[in-house]
Nanobody
Framework: QVQLVESGGGLVQTGGSLRLSCAASGRTFSSYAVGWFRQAPGKEREFVAAIRWSGGSTYFAESVKGRFTISRDKDKNTFYLQMNSLKLEDTAVYYC????????????????????WGQGTQVTVSS
């Protein structure tokens, strides 16, 4: 079983930055994609960013392109979401996740294709 533990959420002002971390254990991620999703109250969980663990290809939601980056540290089995230029609309609970079947782009960006999830961390952006 894969366990994901995320951290780094908090309160930040508009225009500020946060870095979320997700520490993974249980098995290798060599063939996986890992990523981040977010969910605001009353909204569906939506894709934010993902990275192929091995090759490093990255994918971003249009709403965060140019502001967020995703990376991973293979030695630490940890991946990150660096969030810059934060906007009020970024306020949500952020979840890290792992996708064991990332062979196609549409299998990477869709929430239903992720198999393992972290517990969520709150990100609140204020003026």
């Amino acid at each position: 079983q894969v366990q994901l533990v995320e951290s780094g959420g908090g309160l930040v002002q508009t225009g500020g930055s946060l870095r979320l971390s997700c520490a993974a254990s249980g098995r290798t991620f060599s063939s996986y994609a890992v990523g981040w999703f977010r969910q605001a109250p009353g909204k569906e969980r939506e894709f934010v960013a993902a990275i192929r663990w091995s090759g490093g290809s990255t994918y971003f939601a249009e709403s965060v392109k140019g502001r967020f980056t995703i990376s991973r540290d293979k030695d630490k089995n940890t991946f990150y979401l660096q969030m810059n230029s934060l906007k009020l609309e970024d306020t949500a609970v952020y979840y890290c996740a792992a996708n064991r079947s990332p062979s196609r782009v549409d299998q990477i960006v869709r929430v239903e294709n992720y198999d393992y999830w972290g517990q969520g961390t709150q990100v609140t952006v204020s003026s």
